[in-house]
C-alpha cells in the first residue's frame, strides 16, 4: 500500500471482511460439518443466527477494540497494549457468548487488577488471531516495527510459541497479498510462508500445502488430510492452517475463500473471521458482496463507525498534530452489552425448543419417522 486511500480501502475492506466472515459462522458454530450440511444443505450462505442481520462476536469485537488501541497508542507500543488490556477487561463484563477462556480469564483478571497485567495463557487458543491481521494493515509504511507490535499483541493474552508464529505467518500472508501487485501465486505464497521462521506445526502442513494448491484440491479435502475432516478445532494450528488454504485457494473471491472455510465445521466463526479478513484485506471494500455488507446493523459499531475507523487508521500517524488533536473514536459499551445478551437470549430459545438452529435455519427441521 502507497497512498492513504489505498491504505483505508484495504484496512476498510479487512474489518468489514472480519465482521461478514464471523456473522456468517455464528449459526454454524460448533457443528460438525456433516451437522451444518444437514441443517442447512449446500444452499448459497447468508446471515442465519439472526435471519438476515450480522450478527458478529468476539472475533470482530477485539478487532474494533485493537484499531481503537492502535489510533490511542501515540506510536508508543506499551501505550497500545495498556489500552488493549484494559479494553479486553471491560469486555469480559458484557457477558460475551464466545469470548474463549484464555481471553475472558485474562480480562477477568485485569478486572479484579485494573492497574497490573496479569500473567498471559499458555494455551493454544485462537483468541488472538485476527488481531495480527488489523496491525499489519495500520502499521503498514509506518517503520514502527511491526514484528515487534504483532507480538506484543499476542503476548498480552498467550505466550505460547505457537500461537505467536501462527500471528507471524497471517502477518506475513497479508503483507504479500497487499503488496503483491498482479495475480498472487497461491503455492508460491505457501512455499514462502513455510519458509519462515516457523515450528515443523506449521511448516510441514504448508508445505504439504503446496502441492494441494497446484492440483486445487478442496477446502474439505485437505482438512480430512491434516486431520479435521469432521471440524476445525478451536486452536492455533488448525485454525491458521486452514485460513490460509482458503485464503490462497480463492484469492480473488470473497464469497467462495469465506464459504469454503465456513463448510468445513467446528470453530467456524474464528475461521470465517480470518478468511473473511485475509480477503476483505486484499479485494479492498468495493469488491466485497454489498448485500451483505448492508445487513452488518449500525448498532454503535456497524458500517458508519467502521468506515470512520478505517479513515482514522488510514490517517495514523502522521505527525503530533494528528496524533494529539484526533483521538479514537467513542467506544459504545451499551451496543456491547446489548449484543451479547441478545446472542445469550437467541441461545438460550434455541436450547428450550429443542431446535439448535432452526431459528437460524429459516426452515423447521424434518422430524424423524418412527
Known sequence: M??????REHIHGMMLG??????????????????????????????????????????????????????????????????LRKRLALFSLSFPTDMKTASRRFGLKSCLSFRKTPQA?????????????LIVLALNNTNLGTRN??????????????????SHLLAGLTNLSITERGAINSPAAAKFLSEMDCSSE??????????????????????????WGSGTPGEIVPTVVMAIYCFLRHPTDFQKAVSSAIRLGGDVSALGALVGGLSGARLGVRRLPQQLVQQIPDDGYGPAWIDDMAHR??????????????????ASPISVLRRNLGKRIRRASH??????????AGTPLRSKKR
Not at 499458555?122 to 488472538?128: A, F, K, R, T, W
Not at 487508521?313 to 467513542?330: E, F, I
Request: charged share 20%; aromatic share 8%; hydrophobic share 35%.
Open 2 to 7: 502507497h497512498s492513504t486511500q489505498l491504505r
Open 18 to 83: 472480519v465482521a461478514i466472515g464471523d456473522s456468517l459462522g455464528q449459526a454454524r458454530n460448533g457443528l460438525t460439518s456433516r451437522q451444518a450440511l444437514k441443517l442447512f444443505g449446500r444452499q448459497t450462505l447468508r446471515f442465519r443466527f439472526a435471519r438476515d442481520v450480522g450478527i458478529y462476536g468476539f472475533n470482530t469485537s477485539q478487532v474494533w477494540m485493537t484499531a481503537q488501541s492502535i489510533v490511542s497508542s501515540g506510536t508508543e507500543i506499551g501505550q497500545f497494549g495498556e489500552s
Open 121 to 133: 495463557s499458555n494455551s493454544l487458543g485462537n483468541d488472538n488471531a485476527t488481531r495480527s491481521i
Open 149 to 166: 507490535w504483532i507480538e506484543h499483541s499476542a503476548r498480552l493474552t498467550h505466550v505460547h510459541p505457537l500461537v505467536i508464529e501462527g
Open 202 to 227: 506449521y511448516a510441514n502442513r504448508l508445505k504439504q500445502m503446496v502441492g494441494y494448491l497446484e492440483n486445487d484440491k478442496s477446502a474439505a479435502y485437505v482438512a480430512r488430510q491434516f486431520g
Open 313 to 330: 487508521l488510514a490517517q495514523w500517524p502522521h505527525g503530533a498534530d494528528d496524533l494529539h488533536d484526533a483521538p479514537t473514536l467513542p
Open 351 to 360: 436450547w428450550l425448543t429443542r431446535r439448535p438452529c432452526t431459528l437460524c
